[in-house]
């Protein structure tokens, strides 16, 4: 019998945990009860048509459940490869772009290598970074929350960043960066330069796409979340120049796309006139959203080109939050960017939907005080 020993305490185990795992924040979304109307997520407001969901059952059901799915998702990067004007084994396939992001800091980054990062930005890729103990470099917003071209062209040269992250259209802000402000930050890298394009189906500034015939440093990640609908499935995709997408492929794990996924997105991608009516009215959504915004009294508005709008009013974002989601309307408080504190932001919803939050707004605004009785 082995001798009797003192286990070790819980604390002993989890100093064995690295500090950059510690010293992070889990994300987490939170979702109160009661909620009717959830604005708070940048999701396409519309699900699949029944018809469609029918068809994805019946599929569904002959799919071989003992046998793992390859390592890539063939047809689906074929499909989408022919989507976006370029060969498949450009194509790196994942399971949400948030995956993709966790393997550039596997494949990219040691500890202490360079990083470029915007404010504000998607809150995962600083989170990454950080686990992956890179050393950043941020670079602060323009006035009108625009990222700052010049300056982050500059960061990246004298840091000689071994990567640089741009999102466009910007999420929490919902600005896009112009196609020559991007080559801008791409031709004076010499390390790689992503180019977030999550929201690229609302973007009246187009895809970044021709970038990488000459820049093989560009890496332009995508999702099916947002235009597509498919937030729900868990898949986005890399573009890339093909040794990158070979070495990218020995950094991350086997196995990532389940076929119902892909079955999913095929049969989305077979339907072209779908997407381009949900992208159109969803569009018109956020018009729609913004104008009333901005015809309210002592609100005020960022424009966006995404399906999202962030606004400040007068009340204080977590009060107003609060009152909203008692209304059963949640949307999101941007407070955990500090150029943000005191905006809120609204995804594109239904009609019904946006009615009901602007309802909402009205009269939370009215009964705070915070504007004129009509």
């Given at each position: 019998m082995a001798a009797d020993t003192d286990s070790p305490s819980l604390d002993d185990v989890l100093q064995h945990i690295r500090p950059a795992v510690r010293d992070r924040s889990e994300y987490i979304v939170d979702m109160p009860e009661g909620i009717d109307v959830k604005l708070n997520q940048n999701e396409s407001?519309?699900?699949?048509?029944?018809?469609?969901?029918?068809?994805?059952?019946?599929?569904?059901?002959?799919?071989?459940?003992?046998?793992?799915?390859?390592?890539?998702?063939?047809?689906?990067?074929?499909?989408?490869?022919?989507?976006?004007?370029?060969?498949?084994?450009?194509?790196?396939v994942g399971n949400g772009s948030n995956e993709i992001t966790y393997t550039f800091g596997l494949a990219f980054l040691d500890p202490g290598d360079p990083v470029v990062l915007p404010r504000p930005m998607f809150s995962l890729y600083e989170k990454v970074m950080r686990l992956q103990e890179a050393d950043l470099t941020i670079v602060p917003p323009q006035d009108d929350f625009g990222f700052d071209a010049d300056a982050l062209a500059t960061a990246a040269a004298e840091t000689e960043a071994v990567l640089t992250i741009l999102t466009t259209p910007n999420n929490p802000t919902g600005l896009a960066m112009t196609l020559d402000e991007l080559e801008q930050v791409v031709t004076a890298s010499s390390g790689f330069v992503v180019i977030d394009e999550a929201y690229v189906e609302f973007n009246p500034e187009g895809t970044a796409i021709d970038l990488l015939e000459q820049h093989p440093n560009v890496l332009i990640l995508r999702t099916l979340?947002?235009?597509?609908?498919?937030?729900?499935?868990?898949?986005?995709?890399?573009?890339?120049?093909?040794?990158?997408?070979?070495?990218?492929?020995?950094?991350?794990?086997?196995?990532?796309?389940?076929?119902?996924?892909?079955?999913?997105?095929?049969?989305?991608?077979?339907r072209p006139d779908l997407i381009e009516d949900r992208v159109s009215r969803i569009e018109a959504s956020i018009t729609t959203l913004t104008e009333a915004l901005q015809a309210m009294e002592g609100v005020e508005v960022v424009p966006s080109q995404a399906n999202f709008v962030v606004f400040t009013t007068p009340l204080p974002a977590d009060t107003l939050q609060d009152r909203l989601a008692d209304r059963g309307v949640l949307v999101r408080n941007m407070g955990g960017y500090p150029e943000l504190e005191g905006y809120l932001r609204v995804s594109a919803g239904t009609e019904e939907e946006n009615n009901a939050f602007l309802d909402a707004l009205d009269v939370s605004l009215e009964e705070a005080g915070a504007i004129s009785e009509v």
């Open positions: 407001p519309f699900d699949l048509p029944a018809g469609l969901k029918q068809e994805l059952l019946d599929a569904h059901a002959q799919v071989e459940m003992n046998r793992y799915p390859s390592e890539q998702p063939e047809a689906l990067r074929h499909a989408l490869a022919e989507y976006d004007g370029v060969d498949p084994d450009q194509i790196l979340s947002k235009g597509f609908g498919l937030a729900g499935a868990r898949l986005g995709y890399l573009l890339a120049h093909p040794a990158v997408v070979t070495e990218l492929m020995k950094a991350r794990l086997p196995f990532m796309v389940d076929r119902f996924a892909e079955q999913t997105a095929l049969a989305v991608l077979r």
